[in-house]
C-alpha cells in the first residue's frame, strides 16, 4: 500500500514539471515568431525603400565631404621641424650644419648637454691652436711720438746733408725714430710687422704732405719776370732766407736757418724752374743731387769732404738766386748761423747714413703723382 502510493506521488510530481516545462517551450516559440514577423517587416521596409530610390548602393567606407563655406582642415604638423627650419634660416647655416643642427634637434634633453659640453670643448682647443691677432698700434694724437715725428721731419727736410727726399726722408725719420724708444716705438713694435706698418705708413704719408708744401711755397715764390727786364730780378719774388723760414712753419725753435741750408733750398728752386713743377720735380732733384755727389765726391772715408764739396757747389747756386730773386732784408750774416742740437744730429745721421738706390715704392710714387694740379703745369722762370 505505501509502495503504491508513493508510485502515484511521484507520477503526479513529473507531470506537473513536464507541463510546466511545455508550457515555458511555448511561450518562447511565440515570442520568437513574433520577433521573426517583425524583422521580416522591417526588412520589407527596407528592401521597398532601396527599390524606390535611383541611386546605386555605396560600397567601402563613407568619406564626409566638406560643405560650402567650410575649411577643409590640415593634417597635424610636428612643432619642432618648424622651429628647426625658422632657426636654420635665421642664422644661414651651411647644408652640412643644417644636418648636424638637425640631429641634434632630435635628441634627447640629455644627450643635447652632453653634445652641447663637448663641442664648448672642442672649441677651445681650436682656439688654443690659433694665434689671436695682435692689437692695432695707435699714434696718438697729442702723444710724444707724433710731436717728435713733425719736429724731426722739418729738420730732415730743410738740412743740406739729406741725400734724397723721395725715399732717404722717410728712411732717416725712421731710423731716428728707432734710436729714440722713449718715444714709443719700441723694439717689441720693430718686431711685430703689423704695428711697425702703420708707423712706416704714417711716417711716409706725412713726408709726402711735407713735399707737397714746399712745392707750393717754392712756386709762390718765384713771382714773375720783369718786362722791361727779363734777366734781371724778379718782380714779387720772395727772397731765399724768407722761402726758407716759410718751409720751416712753427718750428723756427729747432731750426736756425743757415747759408747751406739756403744753398740747398736755392738748388730745389733752380731745379723748379728749369724742370717744372710736376710730378717729375721730386724724382729731377733727387737725381741731380746724386749727379752733383757723384762729380764732386771725395774717398769713400771722407764723406764730411764730399757734404763741404756739394755745399760749396749749392753756393754758387745760392749766389745766382740772390741776383735773381733778390737779398734778404735781415742780412745780419745769416751764413754765420750755427745749427741747433737737432740740426747737428740730423746732418750727421744723413752723413752717417749709405745712399741708397732707387727703390720700387709704388705707394710713395703715388702720392707724389696725385699732387694737386696747380703744380702740375707752372710757368718757366
Not at 33 to 55: L, N, W
Not at 91 to 98: D, E, G, P
Not at 238 to 250: H, R, S
Not at 360 to 375: A, I
Amino acid at each position: 500500500m505505501a509502495r503504491a502510493s508513493a508510485i502515484r506521488r511521484a507520477a503526479q510530481f513529473s507531470g506537473i514539471s513536464t507541463s510546466n516545462r511545455a508550457e515555458d517551450s511555448s511561450s518562447e516559440s511565440r515570442e520568437s515568431s513574433d520577433g521573426s514577423r517583425e524583422s521580416s517587416d522591417v526588412s520589407r521596409e527596407f528592401s521597398s525603400e532601396s527599390r524606390g530610390s535611383s541611386e546605386p548602393e555605396h560600397v567601402g567606407p563613407i568619406v564626409v565631404q566638406p560643405s560650402i563655406g567650410q575649411k577643409r582642415r590640415n593634417p597635424p604638423v610636428d612643432g619642432n621641424n618648424i622651429m628647426t627650419r625658422r632657426v636654420m634660416q635665421r642664422t644661414h647655416l651651411s647644408n652640412r650644419n643644417q644636418e648636424v643642427f638637425t640631429a641634434w634637434t632630435k635628441m634627447s634633453v640629455t644627450e643635447q648637454r652632453y653634445q652641447a659640453h663637448a663641442d664648448i670643448l672642442k672649441l677651445h682647443e681650436r682656439l688654443d691652436i690659433i694665434q689671436p691677432a695682435d692689437a692695432p698700434f695707435i699714434i696718438k694724437e697729442k702723444g710724444e711720438l707724433k710731436t717728435q715725428i713733425e719736429k724731426y721731419k722739418t729738420v730732415i727736410m730743410t738740412s743740406p746733408n739729406t741725400p734724397g727726399y723721395m725715399h732717404d726722408v722717410p728712411r732717416l725719420l725712421l731710423e731716428t725714430i728707432a734710436r729714440h724708444p722713449s718715444w714709443g716705438v719700441t723694439a717689441a713694435i720693430y718686431n711685430s710687422p703689423p704695428k711697425l706698418l702703420v708707423v712706416s705708413k704714417y711716417v711716409r704719408r706725412r713726408c709726402t704732405e711735407s713735399c707737397k708744401d714746399i712745392k707750393k711755397m717754392i712756386k709762390l715764390s718765384i713771382g714773375e719776370s720783369d718786362p722791361q727786364n727779363p734777366d734781371g730780378q724778379r718782380l714779387k719774388a720772395i727772397d731765399i732766407v724768407t722761402l726758407v723760414k716759410n718751409c720751416i712753419g712753427n718750428r723756427k725753435k729747432d731750426i736756425v736757418v743757415t747759408a747751406p741750408m739756403c744753398a740747398r733750398f736755392a738748388f730745389l728752386r733752380q731745379v723748379f724752374c728749369q724742370a717744372g713743377g710736376g710730378a717729375d720735380f721730386w724724382p729731377n732733384v733727387d737725381d741731380g743731387l746724386q749727379t752733383v755727389r757723384e762729380a764732386f765726391a771725395g774717398t769713400p772715408n771722407e764723406k764730411e769732404d764730399t757734404a763741404n764739396n756739394l755745399n760749396r757747389v749749392f753756393l754758387t747756386t745760392l749766389n745766382d738766386d740772390l741776383r735773381i730773386y733778390g737779398y734778404p732784408s735781415d742780412q745780419r750774416g745769416f751764413a754765420n748761423m750755427s745749427a741747433t742740437e737737432i740740426q747737428r744730429e740730423v746732418e750727421a745721421t744723413a752723413l752717417a747714413a749709405p745712399i741708397l738706390p732707387e727703390q720700387d715704392d709704388s705707394d710713395n710714387s703715388e702720392d707724389h703723382d696725385n699732387e694737386d694740379e696747380e703744380c702740375a703745369q707752372s710757368e718757366e722762370c
